[in-house]
């Protein structure tokens, strides 16, 4: 009550400096993000206007006949993010139970613990570990004898590659998964405890409250969740650009090498030479940066619309 | 009684996949420390390794010390920005920030948390080495303080968020301008809070290789002036482990370890702090 007041008084006074100061220094992060855009645009300029709509359908990537086209990395950074997505959807939103479970006790904490320092490690350092023990594992023991078994299905046609686009989804799919798992745990954390306690006063199991009751009141949180991990999977470069195979064409296969948009710039930004091959490469970034934008502003919207939800 | 017995089975079916997935989580982390500890340990033993910078593949004795002072003197100017920045930004969200404008810059640093580092990285290529036509560690730093700000934001908002009104209206009621109440009552009342902030930033800024690649591009030599190329940790592991040379790869190895030692001590310190700033607003 008190505050209130104190707050509507100060409210009907003109806007002092310090107000002024610290609303100037607040729109750092929106200029930071406008600029972002403009810059790329700008410099993306060349490309856009000498390739037009035409390079966001093009396969083509040829630094020597000037040809450049932004379908096989979209169809990469999509498909790499997709196939992350399916493998640690599954996990996140057990851990997210598990975390959010009051009856877990101190393992809990431990295990919380864990999620964070996971997604603290460096992307690089995922991306060394990959290159040397990951990729190799997973040739000779995943690769390898499901290509062998079922390689007549396309998608999983040999020859396998360590460095393919599936190791590039695996390594995505482990960092990718502390977002996943945190966000939903904080989400499921939101829904009434009157929804739980009255599923489990009706004599429902713990499974049975959590799949009839919990999890649907939490969906849209989960959804956007899930959202923001796409747009961290879709933006990450370093560890991608470590295992893919880096080859600028779609692959038929999964185990094949693939290349994304993040990491062909990684590879070839500081040795473009030319202003239509590098402002290409940048065009790239600005896709990237626009299709990233765009699944954030949603994934925040989403995990907004329910937190503001679980208060009402 | 059939039925209960489907309905215990399920259940506890659902449970062991729901600890499994909390066990396996932690596989991968596992996994990681172990290789990075055992295939570093053996090139961090070498005191040289700290103390020497870049040799050439068959010269023993090389080490990281470029990259190591690289890496701090970056991350110290893109800190240098980035907090004061990101601390008044804080403040004003909580002290203004309740309509529309507010919401706007809570959404614009929560989408610029999710912006791609790559993206970033041309961003600062574009407005610091392109128009100079060279590398440079200030357009890294700019580069990692963009990347910094919406974390120490976020976590200053929620810092301040934690101190009870009571405190705000003692301040208000003896007279204090709002400025003061806010810079002298409140932030330090939130210190802690808002150091955990920095903290992480810090730690993720450290980590950061994809905005250095056009920025601060990499040096072998040791330079300690930001306004030229300069080496950095991360670009480091990067490059030598590109290379087919065991000593390069070893390397790598080394300068990994060095990396998640720095940003696990840095993120376990903040947890530390931030546990303290909870028993703090508590008693206040």
Same mark, same amino acid.
Request: no cysteine.
């Given at each position: ?9 100060? %409210? %009907? ?152 686009l599936f190791t590039a989804s695996l390594v995505l799919s482990v960092m990718i998964l502390p ?110 940066m626009l299709v990233t934008l765009t699944v954030n502003v949603l994934a925040q919207l989403l ?10 | ?15 062991? @996949? ?57 991350? *110290? ?12 930004? *804080? ?5 203004? *920030? ?24 041309? @961003? ?17 730093? +700019?580069?990692?303080? +963009? ?39 409140? +932030? ?25 690649? @056009? ?21 480091? +592991? ?35 702090? @931030? ?10």
């Amino acid at each position: 009550m008190i505050r209130g007041t104190v707050l509507a008084r100060s %409210r %009907r006074r003109p806007p002092d400096g310090f107000r002024l100061l610290t609303a100037l220094v607040a729109l750092a992060a929106p200029i930071s993000l406008l600029l972002i855009v403009l810059l790329l645009a700008q410099q993306g300029a060349p490309a856009i206007q000498h390739y037009g709509f035409g390079f966001l359908t093009s396969r083509a990537w040829n630094p020597i006949t000037l040809d450049f086209g932004a379908l096989a990395f979209i169809f990469g950074t999509v498909a790499t993010s997709l196939i992350a997505l399916a493998l640690a959807l599954p996990v996140g939103v057990g851990v997210a139970l598990f975390l959010a479970e009051p009856s877990a006790g101190r393992l809990r904490g431990s295990i919380g613990i864990g999620v964070e320092l996971l997604a603290a490690i460096p992307s690089v350092v995922y991306g060394l570990w990959a290159v040397y023990v990951m990729a190799p594992f997973v040739l000779i023991h995943i690769e390898q004898p499901l290509a062998a078994r079922f390689g007549s299905v396309g998608v999983l046609g040999g020859p396998a590659r360590g460095t393919s686009l599936f190791t590039a989804s695996l390594v995505l799919s482990v960092m990718i998964l502390p977002t996943l798992a945190a966000v939903s745990r904080d989400v499921i954390r939101a829904v009434p405890s009157g929804l739980r306690e009255s599923s489990v006063a009706l004599g429902a199991t713990w499974w049975e409250t959590t799949w009839g009751v919990i999890l649907p009141a939490a969906r849209q949180g989960i959804f956007g969740a899930t959202v923001l991990a796409l747009g961290r999977a879709l933006g990450e470069t370093i560890a991608v650009t470590m295992v893919i195979g880096n080859r600028p064409e779609i692959p038929t296969s999964v185990f094949a090498p693939a290349y994304t948009l993040a990491s062909v710039i990684a590879n070839e930004f500081t040795e473009a030479t030319g202003q239509l091959y590098s402002s290409a490469l940048i065009e790239l970034g600005l896709v990237l940066m626009l299709v990233t934008l765009t699944v954030n502003v949603l994934a925040q919207l989403l995990v907004r619309s329910t937190a503001r939800e679980a208060r009402a | 009684m059939n039925r209960n017995l489907y309905r215990q089975v399920s259940n506890g079916l659902a449970r062991v @996949f729901v600890y499994g997935t909390a066990l396996a989580a932690l596989i991968p982390l596992g996994l990681v420390l172990a290789y990075t500890v055992s295939k570093g340990l053996p090139s961090v033993e070498n005191v040289d390794f700290f103390i020497n910078s870049f040799r050439p593949i068959g010269i023993p004795g090389g080490g990281v010390a470029h990259a190591l002072a690289g890496t701090v003197i970056m991350v *110290g100017l893109a800190s240098l920005l980035a907090v004061p920045v990101g601390i008044l930004s *804080g403040v004003y969200l909580v002290e203004y *920030g309740r309509g529309r404008w507010g919401d706007l810059i809570r959404l614009a640093s929560d989408v610029l948390v999710g912006a791609p580092s790559i993206a970033i990285g041309l @961003f600062a290529y574009a407005l610091l080495v392109a128009p100079f036509h060279h590398f440079s560690g200030i357009s890294a730093a +700019v580069a990692l303080a +963009v990347l910094m700000l919406p974390v120490v934001i976020r976590t200053t908002e929620g810092a301040i968020e934690l101190i009870p009104g009571s405190l705000r209206e003692a301040g208000l009621a003896l007279g204090l301008a709002r400025w003061r109440v806010a810079l002298q009552l409140i +932030v330090p009342a939130a210190a802690p809070g808002i150091v955990t902030g920095a903290l992480l930033a810090v730690a993720r800024a450290a980590g950061e290789t994809a905005p250095l690649l @056009f920025t601060a591009f990499g040096n072998q030599i040791l330079n300690l002036d930001p306004s030229k190329p300069m080496a950095a940790l991360p670009l480091l +592991v990067f490059n030598y482990a590109r290379q087919p040379y065991p000593q390069a790869q070893q390397q790598a190895w080394g300068a990994a370890l060095v990396l998640v030692v720095l940003v696990l001590i840095t993120n376990l310190t903040s947890r530390f702090v @931030f546990r303290r700033q909870i028993a703090l607003a508590s008693k206040l």
